[in-house]
């Protein structure tokens, strides 16, 4: 049971170049989510998909887009990278209700 | 808008000892609230919850407590070990419309377990 896998692990991109960070959950979950997280600091949600075929924007959605592709897979999309993009990209997944989420390993970007 | 308060940012304790974190939620309709441990270069790893029709819930030398009126809901970990060394997330439910809920983090307490 692989849960919750994210692909790249580490990525270095130059300013102004696009890539997309792939996440795939094996649990049958409805919602897909995904977060960012600076240096010492929480978690802050980018987008978020509560079920196939709907995405909505979370706190720090600018410079950010994302498409829910089937119930297993949510991509998020830099267009065009930016410094102030590096951070550490966490995507999870949960049931329908109230339940707690499954993190990915998380995918490390530096835009330099 | 909904927030969670997490304190302190820091804990540091000697082995042995016990720890406790405090978090504050916002929004009355939370009622689902769990904590998460992340380890250096790891995702968050859920570790105990506890909704709301219950006081308190233990797990091995982890428990949590909620006081619904006051919104309050806490960690305690007893007789710390050096592998209890993390970062911990609390969070609270926020629901969506469908039957869909989302969760608010705290910004995290880093907890240095001295041998």
């Known amino acids: 049971n692989a849960g919750v896998t994210q692909t790249p692990k580490f990525q270095v991109l130059k300013t102004g170049q696009s890539m997309t960070l792939q996440c795939a959950q094996d649990?049958?979950?409805?919602?897909m989510y995904w977060y960012r997280q600076d240096p010492g600091m929480g978690l802050r949600l980018i987008y978020y998909s509560a079920s196939e075929g709907t995405t909505d924007k979370g706190e720090v959605p600018n410079g950010y887009n994302v498409s829910r592709l089937n119930k297993r897979e949510f991509s998020l999309r830099l267009e065009s990278a930016a410094p102030s993009q590096t951070s550490v990209y966490f995507c999870a997944s949960s049931g329908t209700g109230a339940y707690g989420y499954t993190f990915g390993s998380g995918t490390r970007l530096t835009v330099v | 808008g909904e927030n969670v308060e997490q304190h302190p940012s820091t804990l540091s304790v000697q082995e042995g000892d016990s720890a406790v974190i405090k978090c504050t939620y916002s929004d009355s309709a939370s009622n689902y609230f769990p904590w998460y441990k992340q380890e250096l270069g790891k995702g968050p790893q859920l570790i105990i919850d506890?909704?709301?029709?219950?006081g308190e819930k233990k797990d091995q030398r982890i428990a949590v407590t909620l006081n619904k009126t006051a919104k309050h809901f806490s960690l305690h970990i007893t007789e710390t070990q050096p592998e209890d060394s993390a970062v911990y997330f609390c969070a609270a439910s926020t629901p969506l419309s469908g039957g869909y809920n989302k969760l608010i983090f705290g910004a995290g307490t880093r907890l240095a377990v001295h041998p």
């Open positions: 649990m049958n979950h409805n919602s």
């Open positions: 506890i909704r709301s029709n219950v």
